[in-house]
């Protein structure tokens, strides 16, 4: 079977960091993906990993280990907006192949 | 503006209705998805197509049909099998390993 491990909630305040981790047993792997919901929305996707290491896009950075089959997201300089849920996805498979989702973390952003 | 359109954005269904939800794309992408997503729930895979004319079926498939007539759109049939259809369902598209979502269509039952 498919599962991705992520925490159901977490709660950070307006201009800490806050680390998501993620830990996946998939049936295949080709990389790892985040994405990000606000209650009622489309998921819109953040970043996406499919070698060993950390990407950094602005405030947002992602990191895998493929060996560890685990990865995080970091929010770092936390603004209210940045309230919602955050889902890792694995791509089974390269180009254009459905995700495997986790079932999101809550990120709550306090003042 | 590019991107994937579903209507109706809240739909009603009543007991042995089939219902379709629609979802159009302008972004030219040859892969379409449907998702379903429960409260405090991931999304999971109703049914996917690759290209037109052929679509593949995801982990949740039954009580669901689609069809891909055109590139542009990926329409998907709730049917009276569906004994639990009340969710939120997700259309996507992908450029290669990216997927972008419509805003989402809210099924009830009546």
């Known amino acids: 079977g498919q599962s991705l491990e992520q925490p159901s909630e977490v709660t950070a305040v307006e201009g800490a960091i806050v680390q998501i981790n993620c830990t996946y047993q998939?049936?295949?792997?080709?990389?790892l993906s985040w994405y990000q919901q606000h209650d009622g929305g489309a998921p819109t996707f953040l970043s996406y990993n499919a070698l060993d290491g950390l990407e950094e896009t602005g405030r947002f950075s992602s990191f895998l280990s493929r060996s560890d089959s685990y990865g995080y997201l970091l929010l770092q300089e936390l603004q209210m907006k940045d309230s919602a849920s955050y889902f890792c996805a694995v791509n089974r498979n390269s180009g254009n192949t459905p995700l495997v989702f986790g079932k999101g973390t809550r990120l709550s952003v306090i003042a | 503006d590019g991107g994937i359109t579903q209507s109706p954005k809240y739909l009603f269904r009543k007991e042995g209705q089939n219902v379709t939800l629609s979802c159009e794309q302008n972004?030219?992408?040859?892969?379409m998805y449907w998702y379903r997503q429960d409260p405090g729930q991931g999304l999971r895979l109703i049914y996917y197509s690759q290209i037109v004319n052929d679509f593949q079926k995801g982990d949740i498939a039954e009580g669901y049909s689609v069809s891909r007539e055109k590139k542009e759109s990926f329409p998907l049939t709730v049917t009276s099998a569906q004994k639990n259809p009340t969710a939120f369902y997700l259309c996507?598209?992908?450029?290669?390993?990216?997927?972008?979502f419509g805003a989402g269509t809210r099924l009830s039952v009546l």
């Open positions: 998939t049936s295949g792997f080709y990389g």
């Open positions: 996507a598209s992908s450029d290669e390993n990216i997927q972008y």
């Open positions: 972004l030219n992408h040859d892969a």
